[in-house]
Antibody, heavy 119, light 108 residues
Framework: QLQLQESGPGLVKPSDTLSLTCTVS??????????WGWIRQPPGKGLEWIGS???????YYNPSLKSRVTISVDTSKNQFSLKLSSVTAADTAVYYC???????????WGQGTLVTVSS | EIVLTQSPGTLSLSPGERATLSCRAS???????LAWYQQKPGQAPRLLIY???SRATGIPDRFSGSGSGTDFTLTISRLEPEDFAVYYC?????????FGLGTKVDIK
C-alpha cells in the first residue's frame, strides 16, 4: 500500500523559506505513470495546488506561486521536496503531498502537516 | 485559470436522503477532466470520482458523478452517517489544476 508522509518545521518566520519533504513508501517514486505534487489548505479554507514533479525532475507550478516555489526529487531516497520562499502569514496552511497520475487526479495523499508563519 | 463554483455552500440533510452537489466551471473543462473529493475533519481529501463519472477504487456505488462542459454534479443516492463531510470538485483539464471552495454536507 502506497504511503506518503510529510516532514518539516511547523513554524517558519516571515520572509524565510518554508521547506518540506515527502517520503514515499510502499512504492517507487521512479514510475513513469505518476507525478508527485504539493497541495495546501489554509485553516478553514479550500485547496490550492502548488506544483508537481516527475521522477525525471520535470516540474510544473501554479503561476500564482511560481516565482517563489521550487520542487525537487531525490529518487535515491524516494522523496520529493517543496521550498517556498519569502513566506508571509498568508502561507500558513496544512501542506499535503500527493501522488497523481498523468491526467491529474490525486489518488494518494499524505496526512498533511500544518505550517504556521509567525515571528 | 478555470474557476470552479460549488453550490450550495452547505447542504443540511438526514441520513437516507439524497444529496445533489453542483460544480460549475468558468470555462469548459476539456475531456470532462473533473474529479470529486471527500474530506472529513483532520483528514486528507479522498478521491471519489474522476473523469466526471468514474468511481475511484473502493468507492461505494451510492456515489455518482455526471456532467460535461461547464456543469457537473455529484449525487449521493442515500446518505450514510459516514458521508457527512466536505466535498470538493477539481478540474485537471488545464494547468493550473484548480479546486472549488467546497460543499459541506451536514446532518439536519
Amino acid at each position: 500500500q502506497l504511503q506518503l508522509q510529510e516532514s518539516g518545521p511547523g513554524l517558519v518566520k516571515p520572509s524565510d523559506t518554508l521547506s518540506l519533504t515527502c517520503t514515499v513508501s510502499g512504492g517507487s517514486i521512479s514510475s513513469s505513470d505518476y507525478y508527485w505534487g504539493w497541495i495546501r489548505q489554509p485553516p478553514g479554507k479550500g485547496l490550492e495546488w502548488i506544483g508537481s514533479i516527475f521522477y525525471s525532475g520535470s516540474t510544473y507550478y501554479n503561476p500564482s506561486l511560481k516565482s517563489r516555489v521550487t520542487i525537487s526529487v531525490d529518487t535515491s531516497k524516494n522523496q520529493f521536496s517543496l521550498k517556498l520562499s519569502s513566506v508571509t502569514a498568508a502561507d500558513t496552511a496544512v501542506y499535503y503531498c500527493a501522488k497523481h497520475n498523468v491526467g491529474g487526479t490525486f489518488d494518494y495523499w499524505g496526512q498533511g502537516t500544518l505550517v504556521t508563519v509567525s515571528s | 485559470e478555470i474557476v470552479l463554483t460549488q453550490s450550495p455552500g452547505t447542504l443540511s440533510l438526514s441520513p437516507g436522503e439524497r444529496a445533489t452537489l453542483s460544480c460549475r466551471a468558468s470555462q469548459s473543462v476539456s475531456s470532462s477532466y473533473l474529479a470529486w473529493y471527500q474530506q472529513k475533519p483532520g483528514q486528507a481529501p479522498r478521491l471519489l470520482i474522476y473523469g466526471a463519472s468514474s468511481r475511484a477504487t473502493g468507492i461505494p456505488d451510492r456515489f455518482s458523478g455526471s456532467g460535461s462542459g461547464t456543469d457537473f454534479t455529484l449525487t449521493i443516492s442515500r446518505l450514510e452517517p459516514e458521508d457527512f463531510a466536505v466535498y470538493y470538485c477539481q478540474q485537471y483539464g488545464s494547468s493550473p489544476f484548480t479546486f472549488g471552495l467546497g460543499t459541506k454536507v451536514d446532518i439536519k
